[in-house]
């Protein structure tokens, strides 16, 4: 019998197992999670612009002695207005899981973080806030008003396996060179220029390390500038989707353990917009560099001599043109994982019983629909796109590290 003309359009991957439970998904959204890009979208290296301009391609130079162009200190009146809607929320028993733009209402804020999400996406890609008073608050109410803040510039989606919506940077002592299963994040080991799974991803610092932890970011687009002009080559093969990418065991039924994709992608043809496509980066070293359990078995390719030239090249360029920044006990920093890479030194902690460093983490995302950009992924305008979901693991906000 031949097929019917108007079948169903192919159930997206993450409802195959149903729709999606509101007694799981508070808010009746699920993370898209990790998938391989849409082969057929991704566009060769000739068809990539010779240059890139505008607010997203930043040197160091313009920012690293005017810090007054990226920090925001939060005024009194800001802090009251957070305050007021963090009590609110709070007193209403919602599970922090629940919480919206409509349960968390900035009327006075609103304006401002609504121009600061458009900066995040197409324009400089970075702020730093000050004077969130994390300590007078305390872990909770200060969790409540950083998730509430997030919620003005993304959805919030699961870091993790363990559906952690809040994230907790901090050493909790794993092996830093078992790279094939520990996150780097959950350790105090350095972290080479890399992007987040995430559109947005916010860090409130919560406490300190003695010594380290620092952060560093580039303009993915002044690197690509950079690479065009100096290695053509390495950008070639940035662009090819040659690269596998481990996910370290956090895999949904039937998926597999890696992923084959670009490190330097454009956006999906939006001539109807009249929007240039932009060029869009998501690199992570640790990722690629951990596969040789499948690439010994020769179930994929190990990295050719162009690949370890080209990551090599790439971390270079970044450290070259980086900007340094150094976040205090209550400062956030929001970054876009589109056109940022951002890395962090190696670090020590304070011996006990003084906490250790400890960032809590936010991964925002921005669909298409929303001003997002218009990636090559099947989810470019699913709500919570990107991010890792396993099967049907709840959100969930722990308020420490676990
Ligand atoms: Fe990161």
Known sequence: ????????????????????????????????????????????????????????????????????????????EQVAELSAAADAFLASKTPLTGISKSNFQLPKLADYLHKLRADLIDGKGFILFKGFPVQKWGNHKSAVAYMG??????????????????????????????????????????????????????????????????????????????????????????ISPIWYFDRKGETSTGQEEYIRTSVIYLERSAAETGIEPRVYTKWDPYYVRSLSRFSDAGIIPPLSAEQLEALKVLEETCVRLSLHMVLDIGDIQFLSNAHILHARTAYTDHAPPKPRRHLMRLWLATPEEEGGWRLPFWDSNEKKRGGIQVDDQAPVAPLDAE
């Open 1 to 76: 019998m031949a097929p019917a003309l108007t079948g169903d359009l192919p159930t997206a991957p993450h409802n195959l197992g149903g729709p999606i439970s509101k007694d799981i998904f508070p808010d009746g959204l699920k993370t898209t999670g990790q998938h391989p890009p849409l082969y057929d979208e991704l566009v060769p290296f000739d068809q990539f612009p010779r240059q890139i301009t505008g607010p997203t391609v930043w040197k160091a130079e313009d920012y690293r002695e005017n810090p007054e162009k990226w920090t925001h200190t939060f005024n009194e």
């Open 149 to 238: 803040l997030g919620t003005y510039l993304g959805y919030f989606v699961s870091q993790n396996s363990r559906g952690h919506v809040l994230g907790h940077v901090k050493d909790l002592g794993e092996d830093s060179t078992q790279i094939d299963k520990v996150r780097i994040y959950r350790t105090n080991a350095r972290q080479y220029f890399h992007a987040d799974d995430s559109d947005i991803v916010g860090l409130l610092c919560i406490a300190k390390a003695l010594e380290g932890g620092e952060s560093d970011l580039v303009s993915s687009h002044n690197v690509y500038n950079t690479l065009a002009a100096e290695r053509p080559d390495v950008l070639k093969t940035l």
